[in-house]
């Protein structure tokens, strides 16, 4: 059986209790158990995280009978306190009476009455203190020891004697006896107790019932591991073998049977040994599990997860291959792998997440940068696809991953800028637009004016000018656009003179063409921008001096008289041609003399 007085044997019974409770609560819930001892009770402090809720009764059962059955000589008493983290005080506590061992045999000490002090610290012991037990405690308990001390017999002959003494001869007597008979009775009371002690041990005397009983618990455990259901029934078949162990190794090495329990021993461990790695596994992984829980987590967590599913997964494959656990092992095995495919899975999509995350960073301080510095087109296009490609990334990060609230944030920080660098690479498509149409359409004008089509390059320089004019302020473009205005108003102003002036012209050419016509032909002419020159016919004057002659020989004044109006008509209307054209005009014989000239009326 396992004692713990001294503040050493405290902390590791707290240990072994802690370790105890978490197997029996399959490690889905941490504890921590500290031990203090005040007077002959014990005070026992459990705590577990605070959002857990446990089985207070099951719990105080398991420790109750945990005690009793491995620890029964740590004190009379014990307290049980169950605290949440992160709290000071207990919210349930309850005592447990542990009664000691009566002994065999009957000693002429009688035991005195022991008052159990029911005050206990309400403050529990803190992770790394260690319960004091200071010399002033051991000195007390020495002093108050249930047991009296023997006093020794004096016969009467002494008393006679020391009666006839003086007072100080007695009492040099008295004290010299003294130390002599406190040291034998201390003496017999070691002798007494050590041979207690070895008779009192397993299979010392009678018969032995320890191995018969460590052997049940063996095969029971066997039998509970031919085909277990659950981790909880491995668990249940480790205590099994544990306490197999433990009744054959109280076994002391003067028992008959002590070879019988090391060949046990040997047996049960090596069966020991295998649970204890099928329970290892098994906690690994509901550390696994647990750890899991509540995600999203950053990458480093999920490779502490994957790393304890691939510890577990090991683990078990390292079972022999003719252990009773096989079965499970081989379930287990398929399940974790499923579940480690899945953390693979998670640590994947977190990876890819922090990926995205970085790259939509990255490509928004090179949006930042080329929109500072954008000016034509082809700049806010390259800022607006940066934008694009940023929002993109951030996009692309999936929920369950620990970038994603971050993506949800800078996506709304940056869609202004997105929306800002389209407009303005709207503005700047309209500016290049109207500007290339505008000296596209000049291009068309110059080339009408070289083919003398004036009304279609006045309609070109018109167009071209509304263009230039259309381009948005602040643009690339604006400037270079407002440097062609005036040179494109003066272009439309003297395609709106050379149009004027060429209709004129036709319109000149139509009728000189209507005024020269006739039988014979009157006039022929040419005509520039500066003048046009009009040269009667021969033939035309020749007539004209025939029906003169004939007039004045036949003396036909009318015949005269007409002949004289024809010519003054053909003047006048060489002259309104004149006029209209905005030319002057000169009229020549045949032979090329002047005989009229006019200027056009201004």
Request: aromatic share 6%; hydrophobic share 35%; charged share 25%.
């Amino acid at each position: 059986m396992k004692t713990a007085t001294r503040p050493e044997e405290l902390t590791d019974l707290g240990n072994c209790l802690q370790e105890d409770l978490q197997s029996y609560l399959h490690e889905s819930i941490p504890v921590q158990i500290r031990c203090r001892r005040s007077d002959k009770r014990l005070a026992i402090w459990v705590q577990h995280p605070a959002e857990a809720t446990l089985d207070q009764d099951e719990i105080l059962a398991f420790l109750e009978q945990t005690i009793r059955s491995q620890y029964p000589l740590v004190a009379q008493q014990a307290r049980v306190n169950l605290l949440r983290a992160g709290e000071k005080k207990p919210y349930i506590s309850r005592s447990l009476f542990l009664n000691l061992p009566e002994p065999e045999t009957t000693t002429p000490f009688e035991a005195d009455s022991v008052e159990t002090n029911e005050t206990e610290e309400t403050n529990p012991p803190s992770e790394t203190e260690t319960p004091q037990n200071s010399d002033s405690d051991e000195t007390q308990a020495e002093s108050s020891h249930p047991w009296d001390q023997p006093i020794p017999e004096v016969n009467d002959e002494a008393d006679e004697s020391e009666s006839e003494q003086p007072p100080s001869v007695k009492l040099r007597l008295k004290s010299s006896w003294l130390p002599l008979v406190v040291a034998g009775a201390g003496l017999s009371l070691v002798v007494f107790f050590s041979t207690l002690y070895a008779l009192t041990r397993p299979c010392v005397m009678g018969k032995c019932t320890v191995l018969p009983e460590a052997e049940q618990l063996s095969q029971k455990s066997a039998e509970t591991l031919q085909n277990p259901e659950s981790g909880k029934a491995v668990l249940e078949a480790q205590e099994q073998l544990q306490e197999a162990i433990q009744l054959v190794a109280a076994i002391p090495p003067w028992s008959s049977y002590r070879r019988q329990a090391q060949q046990k021993l040997q047996v049960y461990q090596s069966q020991s040994e295998t649970v204890a790695d099928m329970v290892e596994a098994l906690k690994t992984a509901a550390r696994a599990g647990y750890e899991s829980q509540n995600p999203p987590h950053p990458e480093s967590k999920w490779r502490e997860v994957q790393n304890l599913w691939r510890d577990a997964i090991a683990k078990l494959e390292q079972l022999p291959t003719d252990s009773n656990l096989q079965p499970l092992a081989k379930a287990k095995i398929k399940a974790y792998k499923t579940n480690l495919e899945e953390i693979n899975q998670r640590l994947l999509k977190e990876r890819k997440a922090q990926e995205h995350l970085k790259a939509a960073q990255e490509a928004a301080r090179m949006a930042e940068v080329r929109q500072g510095i954008a000016q034509s087109l082809s700049d806010w296009q390259l800022v607006y696809a940066t934008w694009q490609a940023s929002m993109r990334r951030l996009k692309q990060i999936p929920q369950g991953t620990t970038p994603y609230e971050e993506a949800q944030e800078l996506l709304a920080l940056y869609l202004p800028n997105l929306a800002k660098a389209r407009d303005r690479k709207t503005q700047e498509q309209i500016s290049a637009n109207a500007y290339n149409q505008g000296v596209q359409l000049a291009q068309l004008a110059t080339n009408s004016q070289s083919d003398k089509q004036w009304s279609v390059a006045l309609v070109h320089w018109r167009n071209a000018l509304t263009y230039v004019n259309q381009v948005p302020q602040e643009t690339y473009y604006y400037a270079k656009a407002q440097s062609l205005v005036e040179p494109y108003r003066g272009a439309l102003k003297q395609a709106q003179n050379q149009l004027q002036l060429a209709v004129k012209m036709q319109q000149a050419r139509r009728d000189l063409n209507q005024t020269c016509s006739g039988t014979p032909s009157i006039c022929s002419y040419t005509l520039d921008n500066k003048m046009i020159k009009v040269r009667l016919t021969p033939a035309y004057v020749q007539m004209v001096q025939q029906r003169a002659m004939t007039a004045r020989a036949q003396g036909d004044s009318e015949a005269h008289s007409g002949l004289v109006n024809h010519i003054l008509t053909l003047g006048e209307a060489l002259e309104v041609i004149s006029d209209n054209a905005q030319l002057r005009v000169e009229v020549y014989t045949p032979e090329g003399v002047m005989i009229q000239s006019h200027n056009p009326a201004q």
